[in-house]
């Protein structure tokens, strides 16, 4: 029998080296944005600011300086309009796939039809495909169609390769749920669309919102793409107006730190309250 | 009408192609198609800063790409990268899922806690981590010097080696939480009674971790292992913030933006990302066979 | 027999309506909704002045800012793609070999008029093969700044600095005395290099584009070694090789010489963005003097379907008020020479004498070659593993010198 004292200890040191592995970071980055410029360059480092200040968050949102000048945009219209638009743009992709997740999901588990096979594998085959000859090709396609510079361009985008890991998930979940009950639906008298709202969205509900948040984050996080597909702030997300940030300040480290901090509020927010849902969502297709 | 094209949606064959219809529409016009155009780049002898000069030239931009040094070392680096990053990861994750799996007060927390990293954009990643190894005032000189490991602050990026290190390192880092939300998953479905009995039985601590939790979760390690790989692979946000085109880190990926942007050769630069391309394509074969694998037992 | 002479009319009416209308159409470029320019900050107009030129002309202009790599991946991807990645493009000289080969940028000889040429000093920068590429925004020699205080603490004054020894000695003394722990602001780059070996006469390539510097006996040579040499000798900081950005370092007071540009006093003795204030002025370069220069212009796309509207954009940010935005703002030194000479006049060009001084001794480096952007990052990676001991510094240069051929040769 093992001492309870001892595993007690073990167990909490170890969740420390846990949270200081998962968060260390991020409080070094919150405390270089609390710090006068001055006490944020010194050696050592100032584990707690003498004088916190809220200066940098004041610069970067509201009086905007800048190295070498401002050129035309102010510094904080980057931020604002750079978090409008990864908003719009990742809560749009999110709803466009959980309307046609469970679809998915329930296309390939439940209907047998010619083909499958195959298509299930063209969707997911994309996941091979090189990014940069598909990103060049990409922006002829979008310059073609006017889709560049546009926060539509950018949905359609981001809805298009979100597809593999949903179909693949959303199979794997319908596949772990028993089909009977909609059987038993379908027997009743209702058609295939009708047990699919009624009946098979309740059972893969978690699994669903999985998904959604999964692709909520990845859409937030898209750069390379944007980058090249965007110019102004009518569709620049927030990844790439923060990179143009942080070179209009490389050096001075609090601004950089106080921009930092405000672009991972959203993802911050979305783990806590949802976390629950991630992990069981995940899990659960994982196991299937 | 509405009742006619509700029958006529009932038939399987008929519901199923009007679900993947919009799905194929998106996949041919924005990934397919593009892909195929510069298909068409890698048989080119195509330098952008020559465009009267392109010409086809069939293989010979694969056979360059294949005997070209810096791609050789590149392929090195970030063989080097994957390996020691997939054990670093899978290491990691069955550690923290397993201390997931104990019960204690504030799991919850701890668990939304543990997946913050895997949350952040790469691109911000990077630059965060470029902060804490700065040379002059960073987080991890400030830490090492308080804690006596080290005399003086050190230029850590500078070290070739070490840089390459601190990559894998930031990858370690902003991956893990999803292989270890992965393995939790599979560890929190062992029923507890399974270790009851075994304990009952008079198995010992390391014979119930060996037959029930490493047992459990071998059927996800590879899953894991494979999807771990291919995201090594693919990084570059995180590598472009930290390092750029740095030697020290130059790994395939970020040769093939260097070659086909930075220096304009469009041919070479789309050979080399077929290449990698059907690398990973080999990867993904082997883990959809894997995952479908586990549906026949 | 009516209706088919009807017919024949209407016929005839519409396609010469059609005819008369497509002949519009060649002749009156359309109205642009709005123009897109692409540039880094440091070319960016403030919010002000792109109202002011929408007030005078009805045409909205979107600035897009970008990272200078980013701009030139997007400006490559659309040369690759055959589309328009803005209207006017903002061609920083290291990219003007880049773009210009890659057919994105229109020819301007005989679209832009003499007029607008002639108002702005170093066109000539700008030709490559016959054609001339953009319109200069800004001129930028490379020059050095220091910070005359540093010299003073240890008794001496720029007038002793004869050769580059005298200014290694200087910095050395600079570290042992503690004053300053890396006393050069400068990185292990491109630029330094070309600091170094052009004041030491070298040319870096002969006439024929062939490489000299990998010939010992070329001053350039010598120049590498020395610049290696100073990073050994701890004289630059190490963050430079991870981070190649030496002007904050410069001023924040870290530095006592760093590499700086003409029209860079405008911030070095500004004292609220820079501690060295007011004690900044420029160094003429040793020995032989001689520097290069940075310029940038403005550009128009092949692609773009409002040539007209853009060259009207181009001629704005040429004008005073821009110009003169550009040089306070940004610390860009004005193009257009009735400004820059007005501005000298009122003596408000911190370090005017200097700068003439200097001016007489620029030359050209091959930026409007195929071939030299790629040179450059060769050369970047080629500097950073000497100074990080990779490579013997004789081979790195000898490598160097190889590559160079291998690569010209591939651009015949």
Not at chain 1, 185 to 211: E, F, N
Not at chain 3, 183 to 194: C, E, K
């Amino acid at each position: 029998m093992k001492a309870r004292p001892v595993y007690k200890i073990f167990l909490g040191v170890f969740i420390f080296l846990i949270v200081f592995w998962s968060v260390a970071p991020l409080l070094w980055i919150f405390i270089s944005s609390i710090s006068e410029r001055t006490e944020l360059y010194s050696k050592p480092p100032h584990w707690i600011p003498d004088n916190p200040t809220l200066k940098a968050y004041k610069t970067v949102l509201i009086t905007g300086e800048s190295f070498r000048g401002g050129g035309g945009i102010a510094a904080t219209d980057l931020l604002k309009k750079g978090i409008i638009n990864s908003l719009i743009v990742a809560i749009t992709t999110t709803f466009l796939v959980m309307f046609f997740a469970p679809l998915l999901g329930y296309a390939f588990s439940r209907l047998k039809f010619k083909g499958s096979q195959i298509f299930f594998y063209f969707i997911i085959g994309i996941i091979a495909l090189p990014s940069w000859p598909v990103l060049i090709g990409l922006f002829s396609v979008f310059s073609d169609l006017h889709l560049l510079d546009s926060k539509i361009g950018l949905i359609l985008l981001s809805f298009t390769f979100r597809l593999p890991f949903e179909t693949w998930f959303m199979k794997g979940y319908f596949e772990s749920v028993p089909g009977e009950i909609e059987d038993a639906a379908r027997i009743d008298g209702c058609t295939r669309i009708q047990t699919l709202y009624k009946v098979s969205l309740q059972m893969v509900m978690p699994g669903l919102i999985a998904v959604s948040i999964v692709s909520f984050l990845s859409t937030w996080n898209m750069f390379s793409a944007p980058l090249v597909l965007t110019y102004t702030l009518k569709s620049k997300p927030l990844t790439v107006t923060m990179t143009e940030f942080i070179g209009q300040y490389f050096v001075h480290w609090d601004l950089m730190s106080a921009a930092t901090m405000i672009s991972i509020i959203p993802p911050l927010i979305i783990v806590i309250f949802f976390q629950k849902y991630i992990i069981e969502g995940l899990s659960a297709g994982a196991i299937k | 009408m509405i009742k006619r094209v509700s029958v006529w949606l009932d038939n399987e064959q008929h519901l199923a192609y009007v679900i993947l219809v919009p799905a194929l529409i998106l996949l041919l016009g924005f990934a397919y198609y593009p892909a195929f155009q510069s298909f068409r780049f890698s048989m080119l002898r195509y330098n952008l800063k020559l465009p009267n000069r392109i010409k086809f030239n069939g293989l010979d931009n694969y056979i360059y790409v294949l005997k070209d040094p810096v791609f050789i070392a590149s392929v090195l680096r970030v063989l080097y990268f994957m390996v020691i990053a997939t054990i670093a990861v899978m290491v990691i994750s069955l550690g923290i899922s397993l201390v997931l799996n104990k019960k204690f007060r504030g799991r919850g927390i701890l668990r939304a806690i543990v997946i913050i990293p895997w949350a952040l954009p790469p691109v911000v990643n990077g630059h965060l981590w470029k902060w804490i190894f700065n040379g002059d005032y960073g987080a991890l000189n400030g830490l090492l010097l308080q804690l006596g490991i080290i005399k003086d602050y050190h230029f850590w990026l500078n070290n070739s080696f070490v840089a390459l290190n601190l990559a894998v390192f930031l990858f370690v880092w902003r991956y893990t939480p999803f292989i270890t939300i992965l393995f939790l998953g599979v560890l929190q479905s062992v029923p507890g009674q399974l270790y009851e009995a075994a304990r009952v039985d008079g198995a010992g601590v390391f014979k119930q971790f060996y037959y029930i939790t490493m047992a459990s979760l071998s059927r996800i390690g590879g899953v894991a292992l494979i999807l771990t790989l291919i995201a090594s692979f693919n990084v570059f946000d995180g590598i472009y913030a930290l390092m750029g085109f740095s030697e020290s880190t130059k790994t395939p990926m970020i040769y093939n933006y260097e070659l086909t942007f930075e220096m304009g050769r469009f041919g070479r630069g789309s050979a080399m990302a077929y290449l990698v391309g059907f690398f990973l394509f080999l990867l993904t074969l082997f883990y959809i066979r894997m995952s479908f694998q586990k549906d026949k037992i | 027999m009516k209706k088919l002479f009807l017919v024949l009319i209407i016929m005839i009416v519409a396609i010469s309506a059609f005819a008369a209308g497509k002949q519009e159409i060649v002749k009156e470029e359309p109205k642009p909704d709005k123009l897109i320019y692409i540039t880094p900050s440091w070319g960016a107009p403030s919010e002000e002045l792109v109202a002011k030129f929408e007030a005078k002309t009805g045409i909205k202009v979107e600035v897009s800012t970008l990272k200078g790599a980013d701009l030139k991946t997007k400006v490559m991807q659309a040369a690759a793609g055959k589309v328009n990645p803005a209207d006017i493009i903002f061609v920083g000289i290291s990219d003007l070999g880049t773009f210009g080969s890659s057919g994105i940028l229109k020819d301007l000889n005989g679209f832009v008029p003499d007029s607008i040429f002639d108002k702005v000093a170093g066109a000539n920068f700008f030709e490559m093969d016959g054609a001339t590429y953009a319109v200069p925004m800004y001129q930028q020699m490379v020059m050095i700044d220091y910070d005359k205080s540093a010299l003073e603490k240890i008794g001496t004054t720029a007038a002793s600095i004869k050769t580059w020894k005298d200014f290694e000695n200087i910095a050395v003394k600079l570290k042992e005395q503690g004053i300053y722990e890396y006393p050069l602001a400068m990185a292990v780059r491109h630029w330094s290099w070309y600091l170094i070996a052009l004041s030491s006469g070298s040319t870096l390539f002969d006439k024929d584009g062939n490489p000299t510097f990998d010939n010992p006996s070329d001053p350039a040579y010598a120049a590498y070694k020395q610049l290696i040499n100073w990073f050994k000798m701890g004289l630059i900081s190490p963050e430079r090789l991870t981070s190649p950005n030496a002007h904050p370092s410069f001023w924040a007071g870290q530095g006592a010489f760093h590499q700086g540009w003409q029209g860079s006093l405008a911030i070095a003795n500004n004292p609220e963005k820079s501690k060295v204030a007011p004690n900044a002025d420029y160094l003429l370069l040793p020995e032989k003097h001689f520097t290069w220069s940075l310029p940038a212009g403005l550009g128009i796309s092949s692609y773009t379907k409002y040539p007209k509207a853009a060259l009207s954009f181009i001629e704005f940010m040429v004008s005073e008020e821009p110009q003169l935005f550009s040089y306070e703002g940004n610390g860009m030194f004005p193009s257009n020479k009735k400004v820059f000479a007005d501005l000298g006049a009122q003596g408000k060009i911190d370090g005017w004498g200097a700068m003439a001084e200097q001016a007489k001794y620029v030359i050209p480096l091959p930026y409007n070659t195929p071939w030299f952007a790629e040179f450059e990052t060769e050369l970047k990676n080629s500097l950073l593993r000497a100074a990080k001991g990779e490579v013997d510094v004789d081979k790195a240069i000898k490598d160097l010198g190889d590559f160079t051929r291998s690569l010209q040769a591939e651009y015949k």
